[in-house]
């Protein structure tokens, strides 16, 4: 029997990205093995770039931001982030609410201006940029222009359906690519809309599934070709019906409101090279992954929590990457990278962080979810593929094959008290003594 060099890394609530040497070799039966299936690419893992991030890393100094952006950007750091999101106009995280052209009845985008975004977002990521010029960006507005929504308000509303106004949002959406890439940022992805089924107290816009259809096929694709873009468009961010039960009451057995209505056009689809799911989109994400295996897909958004960021909630988040990688998606996108304590947005959620800066003290702090990301991010690099996993630890973990042989396994055990693991990796079975609680991450060096 051949043995490979292992690498095993532990996170617990006693030490964070332990690394353990204590495993073994054993002939007895695995209860976790690879099982030779292939499946999807990884493109990577990213975050969004938010107003009030670059407002809270501004407590800092030049040296602890160059230690924050190297951990998150850099290849060598811990998450090596390849793909990042940002929004068009404001988020629900932006220190006040705009978009790129207020100016009533500008269907011409004479006035369209990113120059708001000189102040937070563009400084924000071209930092990010110094760590890591190959990183690619996916954008989606929050709420169009005011004048172009009924009622007239980035909170709450839809798009006026009146061919002029589709017309004109179409043409921001070109202007808003080809100002970014003048900046040097190039946008590789435009999600349509953020959380199409969200009528918000913060900027939003409602749009049904046959809304997005039609303006995807004769708006946004036709304008993407008449100006050379060759930024994909993307059906998202979906954040799909929730509670089902509201679907199940209007008796429908479609849960497939959104991506089914438009993929099954022909014209639209024509147009559409991913699907992006977030929130409630994790109940839908397996119907549309089954009925069109050829797309990529993107979560797009982490779920936020409440601000504690407790290691209870980064339990639930690493329960998300497990689902959402063992049903198809080819990214994972963290919410906000940086934030104050307790994250309260303008508007008063508050909302968890990877990494909170304290403005008082001027110090950082890790958080748990920052290690349930650097668990993934860290080894599984752009390109690996997931392999199929069977065994009584199927449901806890998630494995990758990276593009140079090695094999990268995951796991969680959530158990109160340590449990073995028996994880047999084709001609050897390896032994783990999983603490309490814990995250792994197990590196076969093939």
């Given at each position: 029997m051949m043995s490979y060099p292992v690498e095993w890394y532990s996170t617990s609530t006693q030490e964070a990205w332990a690394e353990k040497k204590s495993f073994s070799y054993t002939e007895e039966s695995a209860n976790l093995s690879l099982n030779g299936e292939l499946h999807q690419l990884v493109e990577g893992f990213g975050g969004c770039f938010n107003e009030l991030g670059y407002i809270a890393l501004q407590h800092l100094s030049e040296e602890q931001r160059h230690e924050i952006f190297y951990s998150l950007f850099h290849?060598?750091?811990?998450?090596?982030?390849?793909i990042c999101r940002l929004p068009i106009g404001a988020s629900d995280y932006a220190e006040k609410w705009y978009s790129h052209n207020e100016t009533d009845g500008d269907l011409e985008m004479k006035y369209f201006s990113i120059d708001r975004d000189f102040k937070y977002l563009i400084p924000y990521i071209k930092e990010a940029q110094s760590y890591n010029p190959d990183l690619k960006f996916f954008a989606s507005p929050w709420s169009p222009p005011t004048w172009m929504k009924y009622p007239k308000a980035y909170n709450y509303g839809t798009l006026r359906w009146e061919k002029e106004i589709l017309e004109a949002y179409a043409l921001y959406f070109v202007k808003f690519?080809?100002?970014?890439?003048?900046?040097?940022?190039p946008i590789h992805q435009i999600h349509v809309q953020n959380e199409v089924i969200a009528d918000q107290k913060f900027p939003s816009c409602v749009w049904t599934g046959e809304q997005l259809r039609e303006f995807i096929a004769d708006y946004l694709g036709p304008a993407f070709e008449q100006h050379g873009l060759d930024t994909e468009i993307w059906l998202g961010t979906i954040n799909a019906p929730d509670p089902w039960e509201e679907l199940l009451k209007k008796?429908?057995?479609?849960?497939?409101?959104?991506?089914?209505?438009?993929?099954?056009?022909p014209k639209a689809y024509s147009y559409i090279k991913g699907v992006g799911y977030q929130w409630a989109?994790?109940?839908?994400?397996?119907?549309?992954?089954?009925s069109y295996p050829e797309l990529r897909y993107m979560q797009t958004e982490n779920e936020c929590g409440d601000g504690e960021n407790s290691w209870d909630y980064a339990r639930y988040v690493y329960n998300l990457y497990q689902h959402y990688f063992s049903h198809g998606v080819n990214a994972y996108i963290y919410w906000n990278m940086v934030l104050e304590p307790r994250g309260r947005s303008t508007w008063g959620w508050e909302q968890n962080s990877m990494i909170t800066v304290d403005p008082q003290t001027k110090q950082y702090t890790f958080n748990p979810e920052y290690y349930v990301m650097k668990h993934f991010a860290h080894f599984i690099a752009p390109g690996s593929r997931r392999i199929g996993l069977q065994g009584t630890w199927t449901g806890k973990s998630v494995a990758f094959r990276n593009p140079d042989g090695e094999i990268v396994v995951v796991i969680n055990n959530p158990f109160k008290e340590a449990r073995r693991l028996n994880l047999n990796a084709g001609d050897q079975t390896l032994s783990f003594e999983l603490e309490a609680g814990s995250f792994n991450t197990i590196v076969i060096k093939k």
């Open positions: 290849p060598d750091g811990d998450h090596k982030f390849t690519v080809q100002a970014y890439e003048e900046q040097g940022i008796r429908t057995t479609d849960f497939d409101d959104y991506a089914g209505i438009v993929l099954s056009d989109g994790k109940n839908a994400i397996k119907r549309t992954v089954d």
